[in-house]
C-alpha cells in the first residue's frame, strides 16, 4: 500500500504533501529533523492521509495536490479542520 499524506507545521502552520508507503515512520522522520524540507519548522502534525494500491497512482495524486489547483482542492476538503484549527 502507498499513501499520499498532508502534514501541517505546529510552528508556522504551512503545509507539507508527500508520499510513503508508511505514513507512521515517515511522519517520525519529519519530526526527527530527517528532511531537509521540513526540519526548520517541527513539530508536525498528520492531518490527512489516502491510501493507493499503485505507487503511480500516489505519485500521480501527489503531484495534483502540490498544484494550484490540488491547494485549493485541499482547503475545501479539509476546510472544517482549517476553520477549526485557525481559531
Same mark, same amino acid.
Given at each position: &500500500? *502507498? *499513501?499520499?499524506?498532508?502534514?501541517?507545521?505546529?510552528?508556522?502552520?504551512?503545509?507539507?504533501? %508527500?508520499? !510513503? =508507503?508508511?505514513? =507512521?515512520?515517515?511522519?517520525? @522522520?519529519?519530526? *526527527?529533523? @530527517?528532511?531537509?524540507? !521540513?526540519?526548520?519548522?517541527?513539530?508536525?502534525?498528520?492531518?490527512?492521509?489516502? %491510501?493507493?494500491?499503485?505507487?503511480? =497512482?500516489?505519485?500521480?495524486?501527489?503531484?495534483?495536490?502540490?498544484? %494550484?489547483? %490540488?491547494?485549493?482542492?485541499?482547503?475545501? &476538503?479539509?476546510?472544517?479542520?482549517? @476553520?477549526?484549527?485557525?481559531?
Amino acid at each position: &500500500m *502507498f *499513501f499520499v499524506y498532508i502534514i501541517r507545521s505546529e510552528v508556522n502552520r504551512s503545509l507539507y504533501i %508527500g508520499s !510513503t =508507503d508508511n505514513v =507512521d515512520r515517515r511522519l517520525k @522522520e519529519h519530526n *526527527f529533523g @530527517e528532511s531537509l524540507a !521540513t526540519k526548520l519548522y517541527r513539530p508536525y502534525k498528520l492531518i490527512y492521509y489516502e %491510501g493507493f494500491l499503485i505507487i503511480k =497512482d500516489a505519485k500521480a495524486r501527489e503531484r495534483f495536490l502540490k498544484s %494550484g489547483w %490540488g491547494r485549493r482542492s485541499i482547503k475545501k &476538503m479539509l476546510r472544517f479542520y482549517f @476553520e477549526g484549527a485557525s481559531s
